[in-house]
């Protein structure tokens, strides 16, 4: 069974910055597609974005141009930058592997985002 340990959640101003970290208990993501995702309190989990096996990327309208999916295979890890964070980006952030359309691991136990003045 895969294991996903996310990190780098915290308390950042509007406007701020934070890179989170999913490390993989795998050679994982040099296989299958990963994704990020959040669920704000009272709502669903939702996907954020995602990177295909083949490097492509997509993201949420909401947060085009200000997250950034990477990963680094030899270290079987994978990041979300965050950049001009907003109020409406405070969720749990969560990450997963992705076969297809499929998830793969067990959902971790997140890693708070909280955006706020």
């Known amino acids: 069974q895969v294991q996903l340990v996310e990190s780098g959640g915290g308390l950042v101003q509007p406007g701020g910055s934070l890179r989170l970290s999913c490390a993989a208990s795998g050679s994982i993501f040099s296989m299958y597609g990963g994704g990020w995702y959040r669920q704000a309190p009272g709502k669903q989990r939702e996907l954020v974005a995602t990177m295909s096996k083949g490097g492509s990327t997509n993201y949420i309208d909401s947060v085009k141009g200000r997250f950034t999916i990477s990963t680094n295979n030899a270290r079987n890890t994978m990041y979300l930058q965050m950049s001009s964070l907003k109020p409406e980006d405070t969720a749990v952030y969560y990450c997963?592997?992705?076969?297809?359309?499929?998830?793969?691991?067990?959902w971790g136990q997140g890693t708070q985002v909280t955006v706020s003045s």
């Open positions: 997963n592997v992705l076969a297809g359309p499929r998830v793969v691991a067990s």
